[in-house]
């Protein structure tokens, strides 16, 4: 192998296959072709509820744009050369080491400073029991209050320690440490039950 921390774990030959196999394992990586049997690239990438890292490579540059709209890694044309396959897989080796380090920076704190009305408040990690999206804003349920806050629940999952919190909905993340019950739809924390969104049934059941 000529790059070392590659390893291969398997390749499939249709999207199917692959969507099994993710199912029961875990990957950090996957190269990506456009055009596959019975269901195509992209439309695979977006069942993916918590892709891995994602490489594109294909002969049709005109899907480039659509692929980073869904966050691919980087985008490899056909023909490519070795050199330009690893710099690709060099972008992902160094946001693996980011993405390390910035949780490793979140689980020494416990807490998060969020603007609610104008200042800053102090919101402990161990107190949040869920964070709905609400348009362009967030609500954050405490066990004490709620709080409003401007942003997105992409951005505030990113502030939160992925160990503690989960993404269960497209409007919906919970504190792991809340969760009282769940069935096959919803998830019940401190006796609230919150809907689970279509695509995300696996991350409950590997929790």
Known sequence: MQVPFLELQGTFKDAILATGYLRDNHTD?????????????????????????????????QYAVEGFNLNVTDYLLKPFEFERFLIAVNKVKTAQREKQKSNE??????????????????????????IESQREYIKIVTSKKEYVSK?????????????????????FIISISKIDSYTAKTVEVNGVS???????????ENL
Do not use: C, W
Not at 194 to 204: A, F, K, L, T
């Open 105 to 130: 920076s979140q689980e020494i704190k416990d807490f998060i400073f969020l603007t609610v009305q104008k200042k800053k408040v102090k919101i402990l990690f161990s107190e949040i029991v869920y």
């Open 194 to 204: 919150i809907p689970i969104g279509r695509g995300y049934g696996n991350i409950i």
């Open 29 to 61: 990586l996957i190269f990506l072709d456009i055009h596959l049997p019975k269901l195509k690239g992209m439309f695979f990438l977006k069942t993916l509820a918590q892709p891995p890292a994602v490489i594109i490579t294909t002969a049709y540059h």
């Open 151 to 171: 942003m997105s629940t992409h951005e505030i999952e990113d502030l939160l320690p992925a160990n503690l919190f989960k993404r269960i909905h497209r409007s």
